[in-house]
């Protein structure tokens, strides 16, 4: 267990550090940092306190340490102090209004914020045009006593993208930022990236340990390799490679002995619709007509446990802690709207926790299977994908003869399933340990960089 200390600021100008005697026993320490910023100070054992560090006032205005009653935690690397760490949660979308700064996002960050207390870190929110490039300073979103502030800070010791949407991500003056901070300051980054469905499928595909998790999944290429799914599964997806929120997904079913084909899709309105073709191509040039198809892939069709007649699939949450190892953080239940070609809550479906579905010992059983692929998808993701992953939301099913299958991995999963009431702790837990992630990150950026960087 990492220790935290409080640091105090005392009202003079010394260019003293006193510090708890276990921290600064038989060291050489020269510099304080916080930060990028740096300087040179002494450091004195200060026998009274094990649980604090004190700066001066001069100290607190070179290196823009912000005087917030926050335990931090203390790393020594190169005789050099660094308290923090300082973590800069990077987004866009930002407003003139006060109160609301990040628009409808605003109490989202606001709950993410409020965990620094507890993980021992200083987290921030900024975009692009905070960031003042000559003077290596952040003009950054505080949410403190219930209440937002802009503070200038240092460049962060580690930045946790928040990005909203593929096409923020995708914009090129966002892009030069991250590359800029990655590469020149060195800035480790985290969880950068959605997820293209089909790659991250033939990514893991490669790994052994997971291809059993994987139902068979193609890009779109001919009538006559759907028709061979269709006549081995009865049923297959149609999504899109890019897609979220359940959008664009179709349900294509066949029955044999009636030589039909349905489709189940929700319109323009949102409005869950089944229809009836003669053949492939009927329902083709009628649904699809107006849709690229390159941009689409298949996915064979799973017989779902069911309850109260409706599907059911899971939202199992992993994030990595602040030693850097993958914990499942929650797990929930989606039911199916009726008529619903996905669990989505949009379209009308519901979010139970698994004990209010399943008996005990299956509600066990099922926790316990979600828990392991979970677990062993998130290593091979973090094994197989560029970048530092952080967290993941998969979605998952479990077939009627028990079997777990992997529908998508979101790199930004979404946070519908935390309003269920019995899921609050775990939405807790998930903000926690998306933040203490950084403290584990700075420590390898200062102990071993080459493992970060490589």
């Not at 409808?104 to 207390?117: I, N, Q």
């Not at 979600?370 to 952080?390: K, P």
């Amino acid at each position: 267990m990492r220790k935290h200390y409080l640091i105090e600021v005392a009202q003079n100008d010394q260019l003293i550090v006193f510090c708890p005697p276990a921290v600064i026993q038989n060291k050489q320490i020269k510099r304080i940092a916080f930060g990028s910023k740096s300087m040179e100070v002494e450091f004195r054992p200060h026998p009274d306190q094990e649980d604090r560090i004190v700066i001066s006032r001069k100290i607190k205005e070179t290196i823009q340490f912000p005087h917030f009653k926050i335990p931090m935690h203390a790393f020594l690397e190169n005789e050099i102090l660094y308290i923090g760490p300082l973590v800069g949660i990077f987004t866009s979308g930002f407003t003139s209004l006060p109160k609301q700064p990040i628009g409808e996002r605003t109490l989202f960050f606001s709950k993410l914020l409020s965990v620094s207390k507890t993980v021992g870190a200083l987290p921030f929110v900024f975009g692009e045009p905070h960031i003042d490039w000559e003077q290596g300073t952040i003009e950054g979103y505080f949410f403190l006593d219930h209440a937002w502030q802009t503070i200038e800070v240092p460049f962060p010791n580690v930045i946790y993208d928040r990005l909203p949407n593929r096409k923020s991500e995708g914009s090129p003056k966002l892009i030069k930022v991250r590359e800029r901070l990655q590469k020149e300051y060195l800035i480790p980054w985290y969880n950068p990236g959605f997820f293209n469905k089909l790659d991250i499928y033939e990514r893991l595909q490669q790994d052994t340990s997971v291809t059993n998790y994987l139902p068979e999944t193609y890009p779109f290429i001919s009538f006559s390799s759907i028709e061979t799914m269709l006549s081995k599964y009865g049923h297959i997806f149609i999504k899109p490679k890019n897609g979220s929120l359940g959008l664009g997904v179709h349900q294509v079913i066949y029955d044999k002995h009636k030589d039909d084909y349905y489709c189940r899709f929700q319109d323009d309105k949102g409005v869950n619709r089944l229809r009836k073709y003669s053949s492939l191509e009927s329902l083709f040039q009628s649904v699809f007509a107006n849709q690229s198809l390159e941009k689409m892939l298949v996915q064979q069709g799973i017989h779902l446990l069911r309850t109260e007649q409706r599907s059911v699939d899971f939202r199992v949450h992993t994030n990595k802690d602040d030693l850097g190892k993958w914990n499942v953080t929650a797990i929930a239940a989606k039911i199916a709207g009726q008529g619903s070609v996905t669990t989505h809550a949009r379209s009308g479906g519901d979010i139970r926790t698994l004990s209010e579905i399943f008996p005990k010992e299956e509600c066990e059983l099922y926790t316990e299977k979600l828990s392991n692929a979970a677990l062993l998808l998130s290593t091979a993701l973090d094994a197989n994908v560029e970048g530092i992953i952080g967290e993941i939301g998969f979605d998952l099913g479990i077939d009627r003869t028990g079997d777990v299958w992997l529908f998508e991995a979101n790199s930004k999963p979404g946070r519908s399933i935390f309003s269920h009431p019995e899921l609050k702790e775990f939405d807790y837990l998930t903000r926690k340990l998306s933040i203490a992630f950084a403290v584990f990150l700075t420590e390898q950026s200062l102990l071993h960089p080459e493992e970060l960087f490589k």
